[in-house]
Structure formats: structure tokens, C-alpha cells
């Protein structure tokens, strides 16, 4: 009795085992993804700050700032704009 209660405790561990081992490899490749899909992530906005740029003149930040100055002086206008919006949006997706 006390050698198949041995045999079940350490089948028990090396099954702990091979699941801190899988737990392990699966966090390593979930870090390497999520680093890679930053990286891809970044690479997207800058290409995009560099695009607007290239067609306004202008970088993303100074068209941040200059939607936050307008919303803070015309806070009602700027409702009304992004409820213009959603509204022309929702009729051209139907």
C-alpha cells in the first residue's frame, strides 16, 4: 500500500512538473508575441504620424492639440460635430 501511494506522489510531481514546464514555455512565447506586436504597433503609429504629416504639413501632435484647444472653447460644437459624425457614419454602414 505504502509503495503504490509513493508511485502515485511522485507520478503526481513529475505531472507538476511537466505542467510548470508547458506553463513556462507558453508565458515565454506569449512575451515574445505581445513584444512583437509592440513593436508592429509602434512601427504602425509612427508611420502613420510620418503620413499625416506628409499630406498636412502638419504632425499628429499639433492636430491633438489643436482638437484640444477647440473642444475646450467650443465644448457644444464639438458635441455637435461627433454627433454629426456617428450619425453619417451609422447611415453609410446601413
Known sequence: MAEA????????QRGVAAAQDDAARVAANATKQFGD??????QFARDAD???EEY???????????????IKTRPWTAVAMVAVAVYVFGKLRG
Do not use: N, P, V
Open 37 to 42: 506586436l509592440s513593436e508592429k504597433g509602434q
Open 5 to 12: 501511494w509513493k508511485e502515485a506522489e511522485k507520478a503526481a
Open 50 to 52: 510620418q503620413r499625416i
Open 56 to 70: 498636412t504639413g502638419r504632425s499628429s501632435d499639433a492636430w491633438i492639440k489643436e482638437g484640444s484647444r477647440f
